[in-house]
Each structure stands twice: as C-alpha cells, then as structure tokens.
C-alpha cells in the first residue's frame, strides 16, 4: 500500500488528471446541498403549509382580540381594566412560552416543537368557546397564548430549507399569510358574529389549526437539526426526497457532520460574538410589537374620536355617561378593521424591493423611521382622511419592520441556537405587546401627545439599534455551527478558511 505521494503543481485553472481524482473524498455540508438542490416543488408545498400555520395560529387569534374584547365589554359589564386584561393575558403566555419553545424545537427538532404548539393553541383555543365565565376564559385564553408562543418556529423551520438567494423572499411573503388571516378573521366575525356569537366565533376560528395538524406529517425534521444532532442518514434522506420533489441532482460526495454541540443552551446567545448582536435585537423586536400593537389599539381610538385632537373632549363626555355604558362593533367598525388590515400588503411589498437591495439593517432601520414620522405628524390636527393615511402608512412600514426582522434573525444564528434565539426574541416581542396597552389605552386618556411621543421616540431608538448590529447578512447562507467565525460557512464552498479543513471522516475541526 503506498502511504505517501508525491506532491504535484497544477497550473491556475489546470482539471485534476483523473487518476487522482476521487469523488468519494469529497465532502459537502446542509448548506451546499441546498443551495445545488435550488427551489422548486418542495418550497412552494412547505410555503403554503407554514403559511397556513402563521395565518391560522398567530394571524387569526391575534385578531381575535381586537372582535372579543369589546364583546365580551358588552355582554358581561366588565370593566375597563378587566376588558384590557382579557388582551394582555394572551401575550403573558406568548412571552412566557417563547423560549420554551425555542429550547425545544433545538433540543427535540423544529417539527416536533411546532406540533406540540399548534395542537395545544387548537386544543385551548376550541375549549375557550365554552367558557361559562369571565375567570374561565381569562385562564383559557392565556394557555391559548403558551401554544402562539411556539409559531415563530415554522419560520426556523422554513428558513433552513431554502436557498440563499431565495430565502429572504419567501420570508416576507409568508407574512403576506398574516394578512390573510387577518382579514379572513374579520370577514369570519361579520358573518358569525351577528347570528351565532363570539363562542362560535372562538371555535370556528380555531378549526383552520386541525387542517395544519394534519399536514404536520408531511413536514420533514430540518436536514440542518439532523445533521446537528449526528443523524446523518436521516438529513440525507431528506435531502434526497427534496430533490426528487424539484427535480435536482444531489452534490456528490459524503455529507459533514458537523460538530455535536450542546442544542438550546441560552449562554450561546451571548458569547463574545453574538452578545451584541442579542441584545439589539431583543430591543429591535421589543419596539416592533411595542409600536405595532399600539398603532392597532389607538387605531380605533382615533377613528372613533374622529381625529387626534377631539379625544380629550370625547374621553370628557364618556366620563359623564354611566360606567357600564357599551358599545357593540358596528359594519362600520368592521370596515375600519379591514382597511387598516390591509395596510400589511404594500408593507410587505415595499419591504420585498428593498430588503435585498440596501440589506436587512437598514431596512429595519428604514421601516422604524417612517413609522416615528407619521407619528409625529399626527401632532397635527388632521381630518380623518389624512390620520387614515398616516395610519395607513405607519402600520405599512412597521409591520414591514417585522418583516425584515423574521428575516434577519433566523440568518445571524447558529442551527445550535437558532431556534432559541428566535425564540427569545419572540419573547421580547411579547414584552413590548404586553406593555402597550397600559400606553396606547391608559396613557392615552392623560395625554395623547405624551403617548405619540414615547412611540415615535422608541422607534426612533430602533432604528439606530438596527443601523448598530455589527452582522448583514445579506447575501450569506445560514450557519451551521457556532465554533467558527461568523461568515467562514457563509459564503459557500471554495471560501474557507486555510486553517479549516475538511476530512473524509465528515468531521469539521
């Protein structure tokens, strides 16, 4: 056997003579696999799946708050603290459970934390419509709210089976989902409301969760988490389905199993590459649910006042009228409802020009500016043709603003953290959702102008938070693993690092 040979030079350019080219030795990583593999029939099925999880688990029974809230207003006599009570508890268990599912969906799989969620929002969100009283529902809409935590892991989940170029696209028009379901929940109350009530209303809206449910098992596990967690031969296989459904030759070669790391471990957040990084970002997401679930709640209030300016005189003659005064959803309520629901397409449509021309940072930074603008022309006492568009353009960007972020931070993480770190940032999100309430309804009725203040002045900060983040990653692929140096895995094979070599074994040092 001859152990040693003798080294030779090729010219620049010059092919491997083929008596010493070996196909076998080569290797390929997830990422160069999926990039050969291009899009085709297997993303165009598993859009329209995760797209019907964003809009049947988040889209629907967000907007269901904004519909049951002033019905149940009305129809127990509550309060007014316990009626924005009844909101908040929703997103208590959305941020209570975000991690949570992070941890899981990096510890067991993306597929296995997704179905646990959506089955638990399906299985609490039809009990709610039976609840007998107001203490009953509060609880079962907060478990509803632990299961809405996990949905952000379809977007882990879809991310690691596209390819670079297409992957910021097909993103942002999953998000084109929560518009639908949106406005289908609108369009549902219209009809179910006025006949069969809000219980019917909770059930119905639930139901669209067992459709997914069922094609949960067509979903397969990330080839990416896989290959993380030393299953070779189970990414291979996905990998190979995948590229029978497109019609795609697979890369030759043994796939690399990369290193075996601890999966969903919180301290990987904040290692000396990513604690930056981690830390905007958590306030990037914390302002986008901050602002846009204040624009939604002070979206009503201006237009049932007529303009900015008339509140403080309508908030004087409602304190005259009896505390247990109600008003049911009128059509036009509805209306209003669906014209400012509509506002996320061109949001995501400008989001979709701009994200890969200028980057992911500054169009977050972009989105959050806008926003912070026509909040402070709102200072103007506008008729309500005007304060229509403001509106109308503030939700666009900020949603917008979401957008870009579900883009950029399934990119910037590690497959190890990847799922944890989303996680973690839909937590903040929660955070900011949970807050604004107490500003957009509380504050509101001390001074609107302080309210328009601190939402323009936390975008504000945004935007600069999101010029600050010291990795674009535009351009790149995902990372597979967290002990190289950000970018070496990115740009693809034939860029590594001298230092980093690849061996027959599969295994990366």
């Not at 039809?126 to 907060?142: C, E, K």
């Not at 300016?309 to 908030?315: G, L, V, W």
């Not at 770190?421 to 102008?449: D, H, K, N, W």
Request: glycine share 8%; hydrophobic share 45%.
């Amino acid at each position: 056997v001859q152990t040693e040979l003798e080294p030779i030079e090729l010219e620049d350019g010059a092919a491997v003579p083929k008596e010493f080219a070996n196909p076998t030795d080569d290797t390929f990583m997830v990422e160069d696999a999926v990039e050969a593999i291009g899009f085709g029939k297997f993303q165009w099925k598993l859009s329209v799946i995760t797209g019907l999880a964003w809009a049947s688990n988040y889209a629907m029974e967000m907007m269901i708050l904004s519909i049951l809230a002033p019905q149940l207003h009305c129809e127990w006599r509550l309060p007014s603290w316990q009626v924005a009570l009844l909101t908040s508890v929703v997103f208590v268990g959305m941020m209570s459970s975000s991690t949570l599912w992070g941890n899981i969906s990096d510890q067991y799989g993306r597929k296995t934390g997704l179905k646990i969620s959506v089955l638990w929002t399906l299985y609490y969100g039809i009990l709610s419509g039976f609840a007998p009283v107001y203490s009953w529902i509060l609880v079962l809409r907060g478990l509803v709210g632990f299961g809405i935590g996990g949905v952000p892991q379809s977007v882990t989940l879809y991310a690691e089976f596209l390819p670079m170029k297409a992957r910021a696209k097909c993103i942002l028009l999953i998000e084109v989902f929560w518009a639908i379901g949106t406005v289908f929940e609108v369009l549902l109350a219209v009809l179910v409301m006025p006949t069969l009530g809000w219980r019917w209303l909770l059930i119905l809206s639930a139901l669209p969760l067992l459709l997914f449910a069922v094609l949960c098992f067509w979903l397969p596990e990330s080839a990416r988490y896989d290959v993380l967690s030393g299953n070779q031969e189970k990414a291979i296989a996905t990998l190979k389905r995948i590229a029978t459904e497109n019609g795609a030759p697979m890369p030759l070669g043994k796939l690399i199993i990369s290193r075996q790391e601890d999966r969903g471990k919180m301290r990987d957040l904040f290692t000396p590459h990513f604690r930056w990084t981690t830390l905007l970002l958590w306030f990037i997401w914390f302002s986008n649910a901050f602002s846009y679930y204040g624009l939604v709640l002070l979206t009503t209030e201006f237009f049932q006042a007529g303009d900015v300016c008339s509140i403080s005189s309508r908030r004087k003659e409602v304190e005259a009228k009896c505390s247990l005064t109600c008003e049911y959803l009128t059509e036009e309520d509805y209306t209003d409802l669906l014209w400012t629901t509509l506002s996320e397409f061109p949001g995501v449509l400008v989001t979709l020009w701009i994200i890969d021309r200028i980057g992911r940072k500054k169009t977050m930074a972009l989105s959050f500016f806008v926003f912070s603008f026509c909040s402070l022309l709102l200072f103007l006492c506008v008729g309500r043709n005007v304060l229509t568009v403001l509106l109308f353009i503030a939700r666009a960007f900020i949603s917008g603003g979401f957008q870009a972020a579900y883009v950029y931070t399934p990119e910037v993480y590690p497959t190890a953290t990847r799922a944890l770190g989303l996680g973690t940032c839909s937590g903040m999100a929660r955070v900011g959702a949970l807050i604004t309430p107490f500003i957009a309804q509380v504050m509101l009725e001390s001074s609107v102008y302080l309210t328009l203040v601190v939402y323009s002045g936390c975008c504000l900060l945004a935007a600069v938070a999101s010029c600050f983040l010291p990795i674009e990653t535009k351009g790149r692929g995902l990372q597979e693993s967290s002990h190289r140096e950000w970018g070496q895995e990115m740009v693809g094979r034939g860029s590594h690092s001298p230092g980093v070599t690849r061996s027959n074994s599969g295994s990366q040092e």
